[in-house]
């Protein structure tokens, strides 16, 4: 993946798909047609942008279907969580997918933070970063840890719970 900050002065969805390979073209170490961009607003008149080379997409998805996995999208967890917490349980509030690989935070279902994890250590220093920062989680959703572990990092927040992504897997 490359990953890129740029200025734009919107944050509609469907209006930094039609912009972004205009302004990523020239920017990035491929022609803009060799690639699939997508990005996120950050706010402030920022966006974090992504590409990913069609090649190298479609070889991952010929794994995938040689090892009989349909996938039901396909990217970085960067971008789909905070669209999928706000789908899942509202956009309001500021709300925490924690998983085996990542603690991702979105609030009002915008990107706030992201950090890969390896250990349970990684989560609790993310998470004592954001209370340092004085980001309180108000809903956590978590995949691979223990909750009641992650309750006691957390004790602000009202919620924390494992992902129900209601019938779809993880």
Do not use: C, N
Not at 16 to 27: A, H, Q, R, W, Y
Not at 144 to 158: H, S, T, Y
């Amino acid at each position: 993946l490359s990953v890129r900050v740029i200025g734009l002065p919107f944050e509609d969805r469907k209006k930094l798909k039609d912009i972004l390979p205009f302004e990523l073209s020239g920017l990035l170490h491929l022609d803009i047609e060799e690639l699939t961009v997508d990005g996120m607003p950050l706010g402030g008149g920022k966006v974090l942008a992504v590409a990913v080379e069609k090649k190298a997409l479609r070889e991952y998805l010929a794994i995938m279907d040689g090892l009989g996995a349909d996938p039901f999208w396909a990217g970085s967890a960067l971008f789909a969580v905070p669209v999928l917490l706000d789908e899942l349980y509202g956009g309001k509030g500021v709300k925490a997918f924690i998983s085996k690989d990542s603690l991702i935070v979105a609030e009002d279902g915008k990107m706030k933070f992201f950090k890969p994890v390896k250990r349970f250590e990684g989560v609790k220093l993310g998470l004592a970063y954001l209370g340092a920062e004085g980001i309180r989680v108000q809903e956590a959703y978590v995949s691979g840890w223990d909750i009641k572990e992650l309750k006691a990092l957390m004790p602000e927040a009202g919620k924390v719970e494992g992902l129900d992504l209601r019938g779809y897997p993880e």
